[in-house]
């Protein structure tokens, strides 16, 4: 499933694009994949419309 992971989240993430859970774990998959650039945007994303969600701090610090 690892080849696969990157593409089920983005196809959750159209059904459910405010999800904050789907939006971590993008950036999490995307640092996984040595992208930090793609990752960096969904932490900002995070940190910008879902400030209580607190493993945002904990990766993008």
């Known amino acids: 499933m690892p080849a696969n992971r990157l593409e089920k989240l983005l196809e959750f993430i159209k059904n459910e694009p405010g999800d904050p859970f789907l ?3 993008l950036a999490t ?13 969904y932490y ?3 940190i ?4 209580e969600y607190v493993g945002t701090y ?3 610090g």
Request: charged letters at 35%; glycine letters at 0%.
């Open 23 to 25: 939006k971590y774990a």
């Open 29 to 41: 998959e995307y640092l996984r994949l040595d992208d930090p650039d793609k990752a960096l945007q």
């Open 44 to 46: 900002q994303d995070l």
């Open 48 to 51: 910008t419309n879902h400030k």
């Open 58 to 60: 904990y990766h993008l």
